[in-house]
């Protein structure tokens, strides 16, 4: 008999969306004759389809496989030069110089997110936000590790900062943030950096939704902030950006001048790292997906794009404008697709849920799948379509 991995007992079930889903079905059973009315906005899956640019490419790509002059097989484990040079070229765009030789192409920021924990050894000091995105929790307690968690509150905005009296030597960062839509200033970053410089830390900068910020002096990636290259790991994502939730891409930047030593001294690169760990157990993300995403990184590509976020965000503005008659706080919303608001007349989650399924027909997600500091809080998501959107706010407004 194999000995387990018994560090998945100590994970929590990943109840919150099959537990949406089970309540949803109940309500749908009790009450067909408003079935139709649901309207979700709690899943963070996009609507709108791909560009026409990221279609034309894909097109493309596949007519190539088909003559043995163009036909391609396996790929750089680390991904085509050409689309990390797109992405290199994206970031130069933004005012961001990054090494075409850093990035490593992917199929998921999940994927990279989780797989990361790998090249850390079991007994880091690791600091995850609460409220979180559940993955970085889940896949260290898989691996058998601890995290501490800092506490994301009304009170500093959703945005921890360091806690001088912890010694971490693992944090996660997410901005703009999934769940709560709060994203970062530059001068909070540069503390976040100093902090990590100082403790010989790294920071995994979840950049997943950079593409969401409005702004534009709010930063899109950690490395706009001096020194970040020496202690900061960034992860971007098309599902969001371009709608490849589905198609499925993305990159993580690990610069070369992340080093770091081993227990006797030794000069380790994470860089290195990472490469053979994706040398090792990763194929390359398709071709054609590769080649698509190349054409989405490019000036032309990256405006298409910025027409579904637009599209996207005029529901932000109409949810954020509703919240704002009701007088309900909120953030998100205007750097991000997600908008975090205090459940009213002192409901936690769970019960708000309930509520606005059975009143309104709405579905949200419960801030309690999140974390602990969610339990009051719900969270809205910007990408239904219009007429969705617009509908179930009339509704929200009408119940509360
Ligand atoms: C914060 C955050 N990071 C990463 C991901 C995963 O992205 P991908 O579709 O690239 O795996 C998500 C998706 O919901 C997310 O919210």
């Given amino acids: 008999m194999p000995n387990l991995n018994e560090n998945y007992l100590n994970v929590k079930d990943s109840y919150l969306f099959a537990e949406i889903a089970r309540r949803v ?16 906005l709690g899943i963070g899956d996009v609507t ?52 075409a030789d850093d990035i490593f192409i992917s199929d998921g920021a999940k994927s990279d997110t989780g797989n990361m924990t790998e090249i850390f050894a079991r007994d880091n000091v690791i600091l995850v936000p609460d409220p979180v995105y559940p993955v970085y929790v889940d896949t260290n307690i898989m691996d058998g590790k601890q995290v501490v968690y ?28 999934n769940p709560t839509g709060a994203c970062y200033r530059k001068e909070q970053l540069a503390v976040w950096v100093d902090y990590a410089l100082r403790n010989e830390a790294v920071i995994l900068f979840d950049a997943a939704y950079e593409a969401f910020v409005t702004e534009p002096e709010l ?7 001096e020194g970040a290259k020496r202690c900061a790991i960034e992860f971007g994502s098309l599902s969001k950006t371009a709608g490849f939730t589905g198609t499925r891409f993305s990159y993580t930047v690990v610069p070369k001048e992340l ?21 090792t157990k990763f194929n390359g993300t398709p071709y ?48 991000s697709p997600y908008i975090w608001f205090q459940c009213p007349n002192g409901m936690e989650s769970w019960e ?7 009143h309104a027909q709405v579905v949200g997600t419960p801030g309690a799948g999140f974390g602990e500091n969610g339990r009051d809080y719900f969270r809205l998501t910007s990408f239904g379509t219009h007429e969705k959107t617009a509908e179930a706010m009339e509704r929200f407004e009408k119940l509360l």
């Fill in 25 to 40: 079905k109940t309500y749908e059973k009790s009450h067909p004759e408003k079935a139709d009315r649901i309207i979700r």
């Fill in 48 to 99: 709108r389809p791909l560009t026409k640019r990221a279609i034309q490419a894909l097109h493309e790509a596949v007519d190539s496989q088909a003559s043995p002059d163009t036909f391609k097989g396996y790929g750089p484990e680390q991904g085509y030069e050409f689309t990390r040079r797109a992405i290199a070229d994206y970031y130069g765009r933004n005012g961001v110089s990054v090494d």
């Fill in 150 to 177: 800092m506490n994301g509150t009304k009170e500093n905005d959703f945005l921890p900062m360091p806690d001088e009296s912890v010694k971490a030597d693992i944090i996660y960062l997410c901005s703009p943030n």
């Fill in 219 to 225: 930063p899109r990636s950690i490395y706009e902030i």
């Fill in 259 to 279: 080093v770091f030593r081993s227990s006797k001294g030794e000069e380790m690169s994470v860089h290195a790292m990472w490469n053979r760990r994706q040398s």
């Fill in 288 to 335: 054609i997906i590769q080649y698509a995403a190349a054409a989405v990184f490019t000036a032309e590509g990256m405006e298409e794009c910025r027409e579904n976020i637009r599209y996207y965000m005029e529901n932000a503005r109409k949810i954020a404008d509703t919240l704002r008659r009701k007088n309900i706080p909120f953030t998100g919303g205007v750097n």
């Fill in 352 to 358: 708000f849920f309930d509520c606005l399924l059975e």
